[in-house]
């Protein structure tokens, strides 16, 4: 069964101190995975998308990180701020025969709170 | 810049009552999608439409119905409104439905089924 688990489950730090949320996923076959921001009462919005082939990417101060052979994931947030209040989903995409269909795995998302 | 917008963003029914959710976006994407979110779980798909003209059942389809409009338009239609249907609901949009391609979302609309 396709699964995305995300740990931990809530998260609260300080402002300006760094974190790391974590995602595991057993799916198959793996296209990309995606790590999505969700602010309170708003849609998800892309923060990374990586294939295969992509150990990191960046974007600002998040930096994500990706294990194909351990299906593990890391997003890693420096230096936070208020900002950064909101939910983070892990998201892997499935990809059908003949690539086809945009399937996505969501996980429930590490909800973190940046107090000043 | 609009995006993706879905209209209302807040809805209570009755039980028993239709009522339809309404999704544009103006990126000129082929492909939109129809998703709940619920406490607990992750986004689960309802349908999509991978290009105009066509749409498929997701994950959990029952008690929805869909409509594309045109490319920019795709609504949602619930029948009769059940409880187990309250939940907050995303349209998203991609450029095509290939896996490999980024999906936008609006900004919800949460559904009180009493």
């Known amino acids: 069964k396709n699964q995305v688990e995300q740990s931990p489950q809530s998260l609260i730090i300080l402002e300006g101190k760094n974190c790391t949320l974590q995602?595991?996923?057993?799916?198959?076959?793996?296209?990309?995975l995606r790590w999505y921001k969700q602010d309170t009462g708003r849609g998800p919005v892309s923060l990374t998308i990586?294939?295969?082939?992509?150990n990191t990417k960046s974007n600002g101060r998040y930096t994500a990180t990706l294990d194909a052979d351990t299906k593990q994931s890391s997003l890693h947030i420096t230096a936070s701020q208020l900002s950064d209040s909101a939910s983070y989903i892990c998201v892997v995409s499935v990809s059908a025969p003949g690539g086809a269909t945009n399937k996505l795995i969501f996980g429930t998302g590490t909800l973190l709170a940046v107090q000043p | 810049n609009a995006g993706v917008t879905q209209t209302p963003k807040f809805q209570v029914l009755k039980t028993g009552q239709s009522m339809t959710l309404q999704c544009a976006q103006d990126?000129?994407?082929?492909?939109m999608y129809w998703y709940r979110q619920d406490p607990g779980m992750g986004l689960r798909l309802i349908y999509y439409?991978?290009?105009?003209?066509?749409?498929d059942k997701g994950e959990v389809p029952n008690g929805y119905n869909v409509s594309r409009l045109n490319k920019r338009e795709f609504s949602l239609r619930l029948e009769s409104a059940a409880p187990s249907q309250t939940s907050v609901y995303f349209c998203?949009?991609?450029?095509?439905?290939?896996?490999?391609?980024?999906?936008?979302f609006g900004q919800g609309t949460r559904l009180t089924v009493v």
């Open positions: 439409s991978a290009s105009e003209g066509t749409t």
């Open positions: 998203a949009s991609s450029e095509h439905s290939a896996a490999n391609t980024e999906a936008f």
């Open positions: 990586m294939t295969f082939s992509e």
């Open positions: 995602c595991n996923y057993t799916v198959s076959p793996f296209s990309n």
């Open positions: 990126m000129n994407h082929n492909s």
